[in-house]
């Protein structure tokens, strides 16, 4: 954010979403994982990549991470 306001302070709130998304479709070393995939279970679709059909494994790997928080959360 520091870089984005350097001339103009006024308008910082405008820009936290974009730097939250960034943060959060990073992979972060502690986990080796974006916290987006951890807490949604699949990665963002992107407006670059919704044209393109998600694999069919991607979306049962989905199941999968559900039943990981609920076996988690017991």
Known sequence: L??????D?????TF???VLFAYRTSVQ???QD???FL????DPVLPSTAWM????KELLARNE??????????
């Open 53 to 56: 059909p998600r694999p069919y």
């Open 39 to 42: 807490m949604y279970g699949h």
């Open 29 to 31: 070393e502690s986990v």
């Open 16 to 18: 936290v979403p974009y």
């Open 34 to 36: 974006t916290p987006y």
């Open 9 to 13: 302070q006024s308008n910082w709130d």
């Open 65 to 74: 991470w559900i039943q990981c928080l609920q076996s988690a959360s017991k």
């Open 2 to 7: 520091v870089m984005l306001l350097a001339n």
